[in-house]
Nanobody
Framework: QVQLLESGGGLVQAGDSLRLSCAAS????????MGWFRQAPGKEREFVAA????????FYGDSVAGRFTISRDEDKNTMYLQMASLTPEDTAVYYC??????????????????WGQGTQVTVSS
């Protein structure tokens, strides 16, 4: 099992940038993909971005492509989400997740086996 701990959330203004971190521990050798998801009040969980752990290939949801950048530091077992040009629509709880295989889709949250507790990002207008 992999334990995940997010950090870096907070309150920012529209147009600001913010970087989230997700530290992994436990059976990290089993991680194949790590991803970020978010959920705003009253909305369904949304895929944000994912990265393959060994090769570093990155993938993004349509609403964040071009503004957010996912990365990872294998030595630190940590994944990052650099968010730029934030808007109030980016307000949500952000979760990191991991899975031990590529699976059928990087966007499907139900394919991820381990989840963090979430970190709140609030963007004021």
């Amino acid at each position: 099992q992999v334990q995940l701990l997010e950090s870096g959330g907070g309150l920012v203004q529209a147009g600001d940038s913010l970087r989230l971190s997700c530290a992994a521990s436990g059976d990290t050798q089993n991680i194949y993909v790590m991803g970020w998801f978010r959920q705003a009040p009253g909305k369904e969980r949304e895929f944000v971005a994912a990265i393959t752990w060994k090769s570093g290939s990155d993938f993004y949801g349509d609403s964040v492509a071009g503004r957010f950048t996912i990365s990872r530091d294998e030595d630190k077992n940590t994944m990052y989400l650099q968010m730029a040009s934030l808007t109030p629509e980016d307000t949500a709880v952000y979760y990191c997740a991991s899975k031990p295989s590529l699976g059928s889709s990087l966007r499907r949250g139900d394919e991820y086996s381990d989840w963090g507790q979430g970190t709140q990002v609030t963007v004021s207008s």
